[in-house]
């Protein structure tokens, strides 16, 4: 039983709001990184302990905490009770299966979401569950491991480019889930050049090994498709139903949301032209069948009249005149030749060689 099954087994039948981590740990140690910045001051730490960060809840400066790591789940309730934060988002956060969802409480916004990129093999698609929790002053983000797509959005903050330490938490909850939706279309840019690949594969050879990587990529596409879509719905909630979100910011997250339809569409693109290559591959391996039949056939043809000679010539009749001629012998295999080469000629003639 794997790492994961048990946890999962462990957590049936607590009660609601049981902070148990449900999947693989991704990293051994836990990082907590704290930005707190305005429109002139920028610090940026690395804290030991949880409790390091907590005055900063308070303070009129914006402030991102992200956490790298998801095992201590008594840490997490330590920050969950500073925070006030409910114990069912909690319990989201330390499921990482969770589906990409959006949820409105009263003094703050929870979001989760998939992390999706590029595996170091290049052909592999990799997801990491991310979660935010959005207050008036702060957001808390929560990785299941070190290592994002968020480095150009720290640049900016510590080089102060753009408007973003002039804006608020708000702001910055839209940068990045701006960065991971646009790192979405990286990723299926990629499965477009794979998928290009396996088509060409399904036309030229048709095997067994052909086989096993269109049902991988299916199988990605699957899990691709389950990452982004519900992100919809969830963009929709950010900018209709939350208070949190200035007028400016949701008119930025309206252009998300156009984002995430138009990946949808990509989506269900690639999985029609994976239906196309999978019926491609089948009629590959169709004809392959059937050019190994018609060859097969052909041959059993040819040996038809030959054999049909062979059997008048072995009957143990004595009143066969051929059998004592001279020249019988000779005269059967000319005769054998000259009936092959004639069907040779014919089956090209009708072009079926």
């Known amino acids: 039983m794997s790492e994961e099954t048990k946890l999962i087994k462990n957590k049936t039948g607590l009660p609601p709001g049981s902070l148990v981590h449900v999947g693989n740990r991704k990293t051994e140690k ?16 690395i804290c030991k302990n949880i ?24 840490m997490i309730a330590k920050l969950g009770e500073h925070f006030d934060l409910h114990p069912l988002l909690l319990e989201d956060v330390l499921n990482t299966h969770h589906r990409p969802k959006a949820e409105e409480f009263d003094d703050y916004t929870f979001l989760t979401l998939k992390m999706l990129g590029i595996g170091k093999d290049k052909r592999s698609i990799t997801s990491e569950q991310i979660s935010f929790i959005l207050g008036k002053n702060w957001l808390i983000s929560f990785q299941e491991r070190p290592g994002d797509v968020f480095d150009s959005v720290r640049d900016r ?5 753009g408007n973003l330490r002039k804006t608020g938490a708000d702001y910055l909850l839209y940068r990045l889930v701006d960065t991971i939706v646009d790192h979405y279309f990286v990723v299926t840019d990629h499965f ?12 030229k050879n048709p095997e067994t090994a052909t086989l096993q990587k269109i049902q991988k990529r299916k199988k990605e596409l699957v899990n691709i498709r389950k990452a982004i879509f519900p992100v919809r719905e969830a963009i929709s909630i950010l900018e209709k139903d939350t208070k ?3 007028v400016g910011t949701k008119r930025y997250l309206r252009d998300v949301y156009e984002h995430i339809i138009q990946l949808n569409d990509t989506i269900e693109t690639q999985r029609d032209l994976l239906g196309n290559i999978m019926d491609l591959y089948l009629s590959g391996v169709s004809n392959k069948m059937n050019e190994v039949m ?18 008048v010539y072995g009957m143990n009749f004595e009143l066969m005149p051929e059998l004592k001629w001279k020249y019988g012998y000779l005269g059967v295999w000319a005769l054998m030749i000259a009936i092959f080469v004639g069907m040779i000629f014919y089956f090209k003639n009708k072009k079926w060689l």
């Open 30 to 45: 836990i990082i907590i990184t704290v930005i707190d910045y305005d429109n002139s001051e920028f610090t940026e730490t």
């Open 294 to 311: 018609k060859v097969l056939t052909i041959i059993a043809t040819i040996f038809i009249p030959l054999t049909f000679i062979a059997g």
């Open 51 to 74: 409790e390091d960060c907590f005055h900063l809840k308070d303070k009129k400066t914006t402030t991102w905490i992200n956490i790298d790591g998801l095992q201590d789940t008594k």
């Open 192 to 203: 477009d050049d794979i998928t290009e690949k396996l088509e060409e594969d399904a036309l």
């Open 244 to 246: 949190l979100f200035k």
């Open 157 to 161: 903050l510590r080089t102060s480019m």
